[in-house]
C-alpha cells in the first residue's frame, strides 16, 4: 500500500512508532467539535480517535482521502455511522477497552449508593467523627443480601458486573431486547421488561450503548416507576438518561439518589440541575481509566491500523455494509 498519512486525535503516545516503522505519516492534534476535526485530519488517510470527538457529515464530506476511521473507544456515539457508510469510510470501535475499569466502577458505585457512602462523607466533612449524628443522618441502610440489582442492557460491561458483585447474594434482572434468556442463564439472570425492571429493583444500572434506539431510554415514566428506596448507577452514556427527569426523580425524591460518571453534556452546562441534587455521586467520567486499561488500548488499536497498513481487512468493522464501496481496499480479508 502506498504511503499513508494518518492524523491521530489525542497524545503521541509511544506505540504510535509502530505505525512510523510501517511507513505511515503520523501526525497529532486535538479538538471536539467538527471543525477541529476537520483541520487536525485534513488530508487524512487514517483517523485514529482516542476521545470523544465529532464525526459527522459535514467531516466526512471535508475529509476526501479518509479511507478508515479507528474510534479508540468502546462507545461511538460521536460517529454518524451511516455518513461514513454514504463517503465509503470504514468505522471500527474498541469493544474490549476498560471492561474491567467500568465494571469494577459500576460495582463500585452500587455498592457505594447501598452503604450511602456519599451521605457519609458529607456528614464527616460537617461534624467530624460522630457515630450517632452519622447514623442519624444516613439512616436507614439495609442489608445488601437480598435485594436485586437491575441491569438496563446485558453486555460484556453488565456481565463482569454480576460476576464480581456475585459474593454479595443480590437477585439480578435484566432488560435486553436482544436477548434470550438462555443467553443469560450462566449468570443467574432474569430478562424481564424495562417497566418490571424499574418497578421491582433496588438498584439500577445502566450499560447500554448510547444510539437511536437507546437515547433518553430513561427518563420520567422510569424513575417514577421505580421504588423511592432505590439508586439509579450510570456507567455508560448520559444521553440514555433524561437528565431534567432524573433531576426531579432526585430533588423530588422519587428514588433514593444516584450515582454518575457520564453526563449528556461533559463538562456539564452551569446550571444543569442533576449536578446539585445533594443525593447525588458524580465522578468526571473516569470509569474507563487504569493504567493497565491506556497501555492495551494503545496497543490493540494501533495493532489495528497496522493491519490496515499492511493491506488487511481491520477485525471489528461497525458498519460492514461499506464493503461494497469502501475506499478501503484490502489486499487479504
Known amino acids: 500500500m502506498a504511503l499513508m498519512k494518518i492524523a491521530v486525535i489525542g497524545p503521541d503516545v509511544a506505540e504510535l512508532a509502530d505505525l512510523r516503522a510501517a511507513g505511515a505519516e503520523v501526525v497529532t492534534g486535538s479538538g471536539r467539535s467538527a471543525d477541529d476535526v476537520i483541520e487536525a485530519c485534513r488530508g487524512a488517510d487514517i483517523v485514529m480517535c482516542f476521545g470523544l470527538s465529532t464525526f459527522d457529515e ?18 461511538y456515539d460521536w460517529v454518524d455511522v451511516a455518513a461514513a457508510t454514504r463517503h465509503g469510510v470504514v468505522v471500527a470501535n474498541s ?8 465494571s469494577d466502577h459500576a460495582a463500585m458505585l452500587i ?21 450517632q449524628k452519622t447514623i442519624d443522618a444516613v439512616a436507614p441502610i439495609h442489608r445488601i443480601r437480598g435485594r436485586k440489582l437491575g441491569f438496563v ?14 459474593g454479595f447474594g443480590m437477585t439480578y434482572l435484566a432488560y435486553d ?7 443469560v442463564d450462566a449468570w443467574k439472570v432474569k430478562l424481564v421488561s424495562l417497566e418490571e425492571l424499574c418497578q421491582r429493583s433496588d438498584f439500577v444500572s445502566m450499560h447500554a450503548l448510547l444510539n437511536d434506539g437507546t ?20 456507567t455508560s452514556r448520559g444521553g440514555t438518561v433524561d437528565e431534567i427527569a432524573l433531576a426531579r426523580a432526585l430533588t423530588e425524591k422519587w428514588i433514593a439518589g444516584a450515582a454518575l460518571d457520564v453526563l449528556t453534556q461533559e463538562p456539564p452546562e452551569v446550571g444543569n440541575p442533576v449536578v446539585e441534587a445533594a443525593n447525588l455521586i458524580l465522578l468526571p467520567h473516569t470509569a474507563g481509566y487504569s493504567v493497565e486499561a491506556m497501555a ?11 493491519r490496515v497498513l499492511k493491506g488487511e481487512w481491520p477485525t471489528v468493522c461497525v458498519n460492514p455494509e461499506v464493503r461494497a464501496s469502501a475506499r478501503l481496499s484490502p489486499t487479504r480479508v
Open 58 to 75: 459535514r467531516v466526512f464530506a471535508n475529509l476526501p482521502r479518509l479511507k478508515f476511521l479507528q474510534q479508540c473507544t468502546v462507545g
Open 95 to 102: 469493544p474490549f477497552f476498560c471492561l474491567e475499569e467500568v
Open 111 to 131: 455498592l457505594a449508593c447501598a452503604r450511602k457512602l456519599g451521605e457519609h462523607l458529607r456528614v464527616y466533612r460537617q461534624h467530624g467523627w460522630d457515630r
Open 153 to 166: 442492557a446485558f453486555g460484556k460491561i453488565a456481565r463482569l458486573t454480576a460476576e464480581k458483585l456475585s
Open 177 to 183: 431486547p436482544y436477548l434470550t434468556q438462555d443467553q
Open 215 to 234: 437515547r433518553k431510554i430513561f427518563g420520567e415514566a422510569q424513575f417514577r416507576a421505580m421504588k423511592p428506596g432505590a439508586y439509579f448507577v450510570n
Open 296 to 306: 492495551d488500548n494503545r496497543r490493540q488499536t494501533v495493532d489495528q491500523v497496522l
